[in-house]
Structures are given as C-alpha cells and as structure tokens.
C-alpha cells in the first residue's frame, strides 16, 4: 500500500526555466510578429507517461479570428505537417484575451471534419443524386448559365430610361465572407447588371 | 540535482459568473480530444447535457433553475475533478496508477490502470469515470491539463472561459481571492467555498450564489481526507501483522520447543 | 455600432434589449463581467429569462413586440423627471429645431398618410425654415412648436401604467431600469445600449432602434466612451459584406444604388449628395462625388473618364422591383416563387432554413432553373432538390455545388461589430478540392468575360471590367483596391505631393476627378503606404487608456474608434467626463489628443453628427418612412388591441399577402405569442454548427421553449413531443418545460408566450425541424427585415394535435 509520502510523485528534473506562454489571464505574448510563430517548442522535464508531452510541442502558430459571431474573438491555429491539431484562444488578443465560446472552442471540427465538402457537385435537371465535377467544367458551365439567363433577360431600357439590369439572376450572401471577397463579389455581380444581391444582415 | 520549489496550484469556480455557455465543456473535449455525446435530447435539467460526467466529459455544467416568488433564476454549477490535496482515488489504487504531483494536478498514468475502479468507489465527488464503451476499459477524469502546467499555460477550461468564472493561480493566491470575493460582496456570495476544507481540502474552490445543493452538489462531506480515515487503521497492518508474527512467532518457538523436548524425554525414556 | 466591445468596461449602466449576449456574443461578457466587478449595473429586458438574464442586476421581462412601449415610457421617464444633459441635448440635438406647421400626429398617425399607398408624404414633417432657408431654432427649447415640446408631448401618453400594462413587465423591475438607466444623464456617467436582431427583427425595427438613439440622445450618451448604440452583430463579417454593399440598394461605403430616374452620374449625384441644413454642420457625405467616382474609377479603370460620365451608364438602375416592392430579400423570395428569378448564386447562405416564411422560400428554390451554392458544408439549400417529402425527378434546377474553404484555409479582413477590421492569416492550404471564395469569385469573373467575348448582351461592362487579381486571386491585391490609390501623379492644396500608383492616405485625398481610385471609401486609410494596417497586433492604448487601442487592427472610418466623439466635449473641446475622456483639444498645440477626432476641424461652432446632413443629433427625424418620432404598434400577429391608438399595427409595414404561403392567423385559432431566438452552442441555421459533433452533443435536437403553466394546461411534460403551428405551417419538435418563461398579464388577461431556437433543418448530423416555417413575409418598411421575432401560433402534444 502506499503511504502519504509516495501519492506525490517529484518531478524528475529541473523545469525548463522558460518563459510562460500564457502566464496569467491578463498578460500576454509579447513580440508577436505577423506571420507564424513557433510555440511550445519548449523543453519539457521527464515526468513520465502519466503526463504526456504537449500536444502543440514544435507545431506552427498561426493566428487568426473566429469564423462565428460577430465579437472577433482571437485564435491561435497550430498547425503540424499541414494539418490543423489544435485551435484554441489567442492570450494577445485585446478583447478575448485567449477565451472563446463553445463554438469557437470547437472550431478545429470545422476544418477537421469528414462531412465537409471536398469535391466540386453537380446536379443536372430531374437527377437524382450528385455528379462530381471539376472546377474549370463547373465555372465554365456556370458561366454559360449565366449568360443564357443574362441575355435572355437583360433589359437595356424601361419606358426610355437606361436601366442595364437583368431582375433574373439573384445573389445571395454570405456574411462570413471576408471583405475582399465580398467586394469582389459586389463588384462582379452588379457589373452583370445583378439587382437582387442581400445577405444575412437582414437575417 | 536540486528541485525548484514548486508551488501547488489551484482553481477559482466562480458560479457567479458563470453564463453557462459550455466553452468550458468543449474547450476540454479539444484538449483531450474526446468523442463527441449522443443523446436525442437534453438528459439533464434544461440545457444540461449529458447528465453526469462521464469517459468522455471530464467538466459539465449542470443547469438550476431556482424560483423565488415569481421571480424565476438560473444558476450555473460545475463539476470536476477536484485534485484533492489527499485524493482518496489515489489511495485506493493498487497500481499507483493515480498520484498527486506537486503542481496540484491528479493524474493518472494510463499504462498502469487496470480498470479495477477502486478510485470510483473512493472518491466521495464520484468523479473517475469507466470507459464502458471500450474493450480496453480505462478511467477517465480531469486532468487539471497536467501537460499544459508544465509548460505554464493555464488548463484549457480556464484559458477559454469568457467570464472569468475560471480563475487559476497558486493556490494561497487563490484561497486569498476567494475569501476576498465573499468579503467584497457578501450579498453576492453565500459564505462558503466549496472545496476549500471538504475531505482534507482541495484544489478546486467553488463560489456560489446559492446554497451548493441547489446547483448540483455532493454536500456533507467530512473535513478529514478520505485517506486518512482509513490510513487510520491500514497503517496498523504492519504493526498489526508484526505483532501477530511476533507473537505467534513466539508460541511457535514455544510450542515448537515444548514438543522438540517431549520428543527428546520419549527417547530418553525409551532407552 | 458606434462604440466597440471593450468600451463596455467604460460604461455606469449596461442595457441589453432585443439581445442575449451571454448565449450570442460569449466573450462580450467578458467585458460586461469585469465592469459588473467595478460597479456597473446591468439590466436585461427580455421576453424570457435566459443566460445573459442570470447574470443581470436587473431582469426585466417584456412582451414581444413592445419595445417602443417601454422605450418610450423610458424617454417619458427621462423628460418627467429633467433627467437630459441639457447642454448636450442644447446643442448637439436638434430638440431645438421648429417644425413646420404641416406635421402633426393622430391616433397613431403621423401627417400625410396615404392609406391606399400604406406610405407617408414625408414633405409634411419639414422643418419651419427661416428666411435664409435655415431651420428656425428655439434653444431655450420651449417654444410648443419645437423638438423637444413635441418629443415630450408624444411620450406623455407613456407613462408606467400604459406600460406595463402594453408589455406585461412588472412595474417594480420597470421603473428600476428607468432609474438606473436614466441615472446616465449626468455628464461624468455614461450608459451604453446593446441590442441584436431581437430589436431589429419587427415590423417597426428601424423605429425601435430609433427609439433608442433618442433616449442615449437625452441622456448624452453618443459619442462617450462606456455610450452608444451598440448593434451586437451575428457573424464574423456581417458588418465587412454590409460595408461593402452586399444589398440590393448598396454599394461600398453605404453609396446608394442608382435608380431608374438618374438618367446621369450628374442627376444621381445630386440626388445622393446631401445639402448641409445650416452652417454648422460639416456635412461630410457632401464629399460623396468622390467617392462615387473613386469607384467607378475602381470598376472600370482607364476606359472610364469624365466624358462618359465614368461608366455610371454600365451601374444597374433599381426600379420599383416585385410588385413594386422593392428588391430586398422578401421581395426576392417572391419573385422566386412567380418564377421570375431563373438563377440563384448562395455564397455562405442558407435560405432554405434561415429566412422568414421558409417554405415559401424552398417552394421558391424549386422553381430556379439554376442554382449555384458555395458553402463548406452541404445544406439545405444546396440539398433543397432531394428534401424530405420532395421527388427529385419533379424538380428541374440544375445544382453546383462548389467546396469552399473556411477561414484557417485562407487569408484576409473581416470586420467585428465595432468595425474593427482584422487580418486574418491562413494556416493550412486549402483542404481537399476546397478553393477560397476569393478564387471562387475570381474564377467566375475570369470565366464570365471568357464567355462574354465574343457576343451577349450589354457586354461592355464585363469586358470593361477592371480585373486583376493575380494568376490566384490575391487578397492584398484587393485589400490594397479597396483603399485606392493614386491614378496619376497629385499635389493638394496643402502642398503635399502623391506620386501615381501610391496608396491614397485617407479619404479626404480622394477626389471626383478620376485621378484617383477606390474600391470603398470607408475603407480608405486601412491599407496605406504604411502597409496592411487591419494585420497590426499592438496592445498600446492612448493616454486616456479606455481600451481603444489604437494600433491593433484597424478600424473605420480613419481608425476612429468611438464615432460622433466630438459630441463627447463642449465647444471649447473640453470632455464633458474628465475621467473617462475620449478626445480633447490641446489648446498650446492646437491639436487633438485621444481618439482620432470625428473630424479634424478645431472645436467650435462646427456640430458633431457629421454624417447627417443637419449635423446633429435627430430626436425628430423626417428621414425615415414610418414617422419622424417611434410610436408603439403591435406587431402585425398579435392578440392583443393596441390601446394606444386604433391604428393597430405598422402602418408602412411591408406584408406579403400574394401567395398560398402569405397567410395570417387570428389570436382564436393561435393565441400564443411566439418568437424565435438562438442558443449559444449553434449558430444561425446550423449549416456548420450541426455538422460539428461536439457542438451537437451539447445541443442536439430541435426544441421548442415554453412556461411551466402552459405546459401544464396543455399536459405536456419536458421532453414531450409537440407540435407548433402558425398560419404558415406546422413543426415537431421537443419541449422543453421552463419556470424562465412566465406569462404576461396584458389587459386583464394572461398571454402566453412561447420560444423556438431556430438553428435545425433537415441537413446535418441531426436534422429537425424548420422554425422559420412558422414565420411571415412581413417587413419593416425602411430596412424590409422580417418580422421573425413575433408572431401568433398554438402549440399541442403531439398525440393530441
């Protein structure tokens, strides 16, 4: 049986003498650059396999903001070999301060996640389950959609006034788009002369 | 090699700011990497989910809805392990496979669980959790991120807490903060930490608004760590058993000696 | 909104109305929790006591629908009891201003009703000018005649009985949130106002959040740190896509579209630009031709030029839209349903589940001949063809699909709910056969003006159409055109040269010439010659350290990180809050400390509102088309008579009655109010959030919220299965029995009041039923957002139904 001495098991060795990475709640990584940052390629004393080595030892840092609501919470993606292993809060971020919500707690099953798209699809008229594709075939017979639709509907002018718009082809979304995406989807879509373009924001 | 003075660490349950979102929940899920729950509808009361803790829930938030009048309340609890200052899990394992480290964490080494479940039986939270899904059946708890404690991080469910209804530190600085909590605002708090004197004493110190039975919790437990009431008597088995060699050591000498002299007046007399 | 999240730290007393934080916005409570620590009250008026509710010093429990009532009663409270920042309210509102003798207000009705045309003659609720064309003032503010008679004479009808009485909000908790919450008026408190699509989502939204900007008026609150009208928004980007015009009556920067009357950029330039009231207002949209022409410039590059008025000609016209109502998303639905819309691009939206009057919406979808989503999962709308209850072989919509990547997968800005705009990096390549929506975008327009090469229709603009982005679409090559550069070599007034090709500092260095270009205005200064200021990670704060941090991101306009700030100091640029300063004059140096000014011009006559063309606050706005003053109404479904005028509900409303689907219940067929709302662990229609196993473990069926007394009487217990139903439609879905919803007593009655989180649809791990089959295609007449947040229903067990 044991007695009271060994239910605590010493460390082994010194502790590496590092810098905490995320000391306190409210102190915070100092000489972030833009870009990656290696974190946790710390050493580690040997205490055993009751406490395994850190999970993000030696992976890549990239920082970045949560894709839900609308606080802009920060997050710290590490990434090892090209493959996300763990997304949590950022410490340096001024209003999150590395805390998140359930949701963003949970992001890394948004990128890990086998129920997310990985193939172009394509369904034709009446069928009854999807076709895979590739993107150039997918985008040019976008395209050519749009242009039947475009030309067949486009009106140049109403009752004499110019109005160049075609009220046949709708866009909608997406708020989760990043702003240059979204312009560039503005820009594209109402030089097709594009009328019905919304999204979320009354949603 | 000399060791540095490791100062044990604590946590801070701040039931009073807890806004039940469960980032806590899922933030120790991701850490260590457990399976997601099944269930078709809520198993506890309101948004509770799953009920108890379970292999593969080591935190959970347990959801009260306390009425006073017409004047309806939601109160937050947590459960967790409470890295007892003398766990009594520890205690019970016949493998060591559980041990406190000087960080404050307890933890377990998984290669030496055999599953036998004495810990469950021990620990007066019910904490240790049987992995009943499994062929390989292991315990499964908090680990107060032991891991990320070595490096100075924070355990994950105190990093991503939005309110600061998570606190870590040392743990004097956090039994300081928690009593001046109470103090500060006593209309606040019910002048109790939980966790602070339960069994021994822990390292998880729970705050709250409401009596801890309301939200959830084990209460009435002794002051005395759980080892110690059977340590009580366990560490007299060696003595015991000494005293029993000794003595029936002795009447065996006796014995032994009374029977080799009878033995030698029968030749005697045989002669 | 006009402040930021951390400024909530600043603030004396927290109002959160029309919003649920806690479950919405987690991480807010991060800086609600910590001010709560200093002393900070926090009140919650909702409909249903919730997460955000268990944290409140006050919950205030409020009927939906009713939140002009209770406003109004506040703004009633405020003036009662001379609880105004008088020298704020003097000078910096235009409770001052006379109205002209056209406009008055009736039983519910302002002047110049047409009932036929359900629109106002807003030219009734003009201003009395003087001779100089001014508007006549009265500062001693007693003139009956002017603002802030005729803002107190409205509300008097507003007291705490007809209140409580209207919202089924017990009297006592009222009348503490008017006192904590009026207690802002003093000059050294502030109180900030926090509201989300529960405020919005009304037939009367615009009015409601009007309704708050008044009381945050009187009480001095715009412009103060810890102040503001603080609109909690939804996702990461929703305020990016808006700024860069993702509506229909949008383009970047909030330009207005061009409409069939601007027959040219001249005409509808000086339809758009607006004319500064007086003097005294800096009238900073003045400077829209700049900015008009700073985009074309953009768009269309060198082939646009003053000759040919820079391309405006190749800009759609908007008209009078589906039956002259418009194009917003209400109109869309209907126009998809009259087969009218033969294509549909979905990029990061899901329609099927997320808007009003959902099966109208999916009828819709099964009428497009073609149908184009890119999202990272596969929805409901990308899967509307093989839905439950629908053969496949009926349906005659061509689909693409099109795998999108999420944000770890690529890089660029988007922008919180206090505008700042931050960069975000990518950290893994593109997974699988995944592409940026970026690449997505830039694909198709390659592909566009592949296709319009060599014939089409109008093709001008396509072929003219400024597009270079790099062989993979870059995006500092489109953050860098949405701040514009210099298109030819430029010396301003003040001597400053700009060599062409270099970024333009600032909006104030565009111009209307075509010398210069910018994608978006607002954006202008984000990515200078400094560099791609939206990726800077500096926590530094300015000297009068209220978490503005100055250098981490970016924020618009110009960094300016708490709007209309100017109203924040009197006329000597003095703060009115010492302690808690945003900006100040620093009169040895004559410039500017603290955040950047809400424009540069040195304190003085010049009125701080300087985007509204009268360059103050408006407690009386003749803008809006449902009333220059909020007037409560109930909701379009409601059961209950509106006692405060027999005009029953929104007069201006926009409510859909052409269709199968556009059908309205009674209060005796569905008595029970109902509303819909969120839970912090799914997001929106669920199109990731139930995809995510984790999340769905914490949460995983759809469920329908309601009290313990109706629950009772209609024998239903938690869990139970149940049926809710609406004029519109009916859904199953779990119960869940609560004490957190509690009955109102209006006129003598109780009304029951129901909630369903609205995040299931039949994709996902776990499907469930649709919530917003229940909702109407009803619309607020300014902003056309559906009324989802109010409507009647019934709800039974399900072996009873």
Known sequence: MNNENDMRRKHGTDRANDEPLQPTRRQFLKGLTTGTVAIGALTQSGCGPAIPPLKTRGATATTTVCPFCGVGCGQVVSTRAGKVINIEGDPAHPISEGTLCSKGAAAIQVVNNPRRLQKVLYRAPGGMAWEEKSWDWALERIAARVKETRDKTFQTSVDGRVVNRTEAIACLGGSALDNEEAYLLVKLMKTLGLVYVEHQARL | ??????????????????????????????????????????????????????????????????????????????????????????????????????????????????????????????????????????????????????????????????????????????????????????????????????????????????PFEQIGYITGLPKTPMP???????????????????????????????????????????? | MTNHWI????????????????????IAMNWLARAKEQGTYILHVDPRFNRTSSIADVFAKLRSGTDIAFVGGMINYAIEHNRIQEEY????????????????????LFAGYDPKSRRYDRSRWAFALDAQGQPRRDPSLKHPRCVFQLLKQHFSRYDADAVCGITGTPKENYLRVCDLYTSTFAPDRAGTWLYAMGTAQHSHGTQNIRSYAILQLLLGNIGVAGGGVNAMRGESNVQGSTDQGLNNDGLPGYLKMPVEADVDLKGYLKRVTPVAANKESANWLQNTPKYVVSLLKAWWGEHATNENDFDFAYLPKLGRGFQGQGYAFLALTHAMLAGE?????????????????????????????????????????????????????????????????????????????????????????????????????????????????????????????????????????????????????????????????????????????????????????????????????????????????????????????????????????????????????????????????????????????????????????????????????????????????????????????????????????????????????????????????????????????????????????????????????????????????????????????????????????????????????????????????????????????
């Open chain 2, 1 to 210: 090699m000399s060791t540095p003075t490791v100062k044990p660490k604590a946590m801070i349950q701040d039931n009073t700011r807890c806004i039940g979102c469960r980032a806590c929940m899922v933030a120790c899920k991701s850490w260590n990497d457990r399976p997601e729950d099944h269930t078709d509808f809520f198993a506890g009361n309101g948004y509770q989910n799953p009920r108890d803790l379970d292999a593969n829930n080591y935190t959970l938030i347990t959801f009260n809805e306390i009425v006073t009048g017409a004047q309806p309340d939601w109160v937050f609890g947590r459960q967790l392990c409470m890295h007892c200052e003398k766990p009594a899990c520890a205690s019970a394992c016949p493998t060591t496979a559980m041990f406190k480290t000087d960080l404050g964490p307890v933890v377990f080494d998984e290669s030496r669980c055999i599953g036998c479940r004495a810990c469950m039986q021990a620990c007066p939270f019910i904490i240790p959790k049987y992995d009943y899904e499994s062929f390989a059946p292991k315990i499964h708890k908090c680990t107060f991120c032991a891991d990320r404690l070595e490096v100075g991080l924070e355990p994950a469910c105190a990093t991503v807490c939005p309110t600061g209804a998570i606190t870590f530190g040392d743990r004097d600085d956090m039994v300081t903060e928690a009593k001046r909590r109470i103090a500060a605002a006593p209309g606040t708090y019910i002048p109790e930490i939980y966790g602070l004197e339960e069994v021994g004493g822990t390292s998880v110190l729970h705050l709250s608004s409401v």
């Open chain 2, 228 to 271: 110690d009431l059977t340590h009580r008597w366990l560490r007299m088995t060696a003595p015991v058993f000494a005293v029993l060699y000794a003595v029936f050591g002795a009447l065996n000498w006796i014995v032994r000696r009374r029977m080799r002299r009878e033995r030698s007046e029968g030749e005697h007399s045989a002669g």
């Open chain 3, 7 to 26: 400024d909530m730290l600043n603030a004396d007393v927290v109002l959160i109305m029309g919003g649920n934080p806690a479950e919405d916005h987690p």
């Open chain 3, 89 to 108: 309210v003097r000078e910096y509102t235009n409770a001052s201003w006379i109205v002209g003798d056209d406009y008055n207000f009736a039983d519910g």
């Open chain 3, 341 to 801: 819309v033969k294509g549909l691009f979905c990029f990061g939206q899901n329609p099927a589940v997320g808007g009003a009057n959902a099966r109208l919406i999916r009828a819709g979808l099964d009428k497009l001949e073609w149908l184009v989503v890119a999202d990272l999962f596969e929805h409901e709308t990308a899967s509307f063809w093989k839905r439950p209850g629908i053969d496949p072989a009926r349906i005659p919509t061509e689909v693409f699909v099109l795998p999108a990547s999420s944000g770890v997968e690529k890089e660029g800005s988007i922008v919180n709910s206090g505008r700042w705009a931050q960069w975000r990096f990518r950290a893994v390549k593109p997974i699988a056969n995944c592409r940026p929506d970026l690449d997505i975008v830039d694909g198709l327009a390659h592909a566009m003006k592949r296709a319009y090469e060599k014939d089409g229709v109008f093709p001008e603009p396509i072929r003219g159409l400024t597009w270079d982005y790099g062989h993979e679409a870059d995006p500092h090559r489109v953050a860098r055109e949405l701040n514009g550069r210099f298109l030819v070599d430029v010396t301003e007034k003040d001597g400053k040269a700009y060599g062409a090709g270099k970024q333009v500092p600032g909006f104030a260095q565009l111009r209307d010439d075509g010398s210069t270009m910018s994608g978006n205005w607002i954006y202008c200064g984000g990515y200078t010659e400094e560099g791609n200021l939206a990726a800077r990670r500096e926590m530094t704060d300015t000297p009068n350290n209220i978490g503005l941090h100055p250098k981490w991101g970016w924020v618009w306009p110009m960094n300016r990180r708490i709007l209309y700030n100017r109203a924040s100091v009197n006329r000597k640029g003095e703060p009115f809050n010492p302690r808690k300063w945003v900006i100040r004059w620093d009169a040895e140096n004559k410039k500017w400390e603290g955040d950047v000014p809400d424009g540069a011009m040195p304190p003085g006559e010049m009125n701080p509102f300087i985007m509204l063309a009268s360059g103050v606050g408006q407690l009386y706005s003749p803008d809006l088309v449902d009333g220059p003053f909020p007037e409560h109404y109930e909701p379009v479904e409601s059961p209950v008579k509106n006692p405060f005028s027999t005009t029953q509900s929104s007069p201006c409303a926009q409510i859909w009655q052409s269709t199968e689907f556009d059908r309205y219940g009674k209060p005796d067929v569905f008595p029970i109010v109902a509303t819909t709302y969120r839970v912090s662990e799914h997001w929106q229609t669920g199109a990731m959030s139930r995809n995510m196993p984790w999340l769905v473990g914490l949460v995983p069926n759809a469920f329908v919220e309601i009290g313990a007394a109706l629950a009772k009487r209609e024998g239903i217990k938690n869990g139970d299965r149940v049926i809710v139903s609406s004029a519109r439609g009916s859904i199953e879905v779990y119960a869940l029995v609560t004490e957190r919803f509690q009955p109102f007593f209006i006129e003598g009655r109780m009304i029951d009041e129901i909630g369903i989180p609205w995040h299931w649809g039949y994709a996902g791990i776990v499907p469930g039923d649709i919530a917003n089959d229940l909702t109407a295609s009803v619309g607020d007449p300014n902003s056309q957002i559906p009324e989802t947040k109010v409507f009647l229903c019934n709800i039974k067990r399900k072996d009873r139904a």
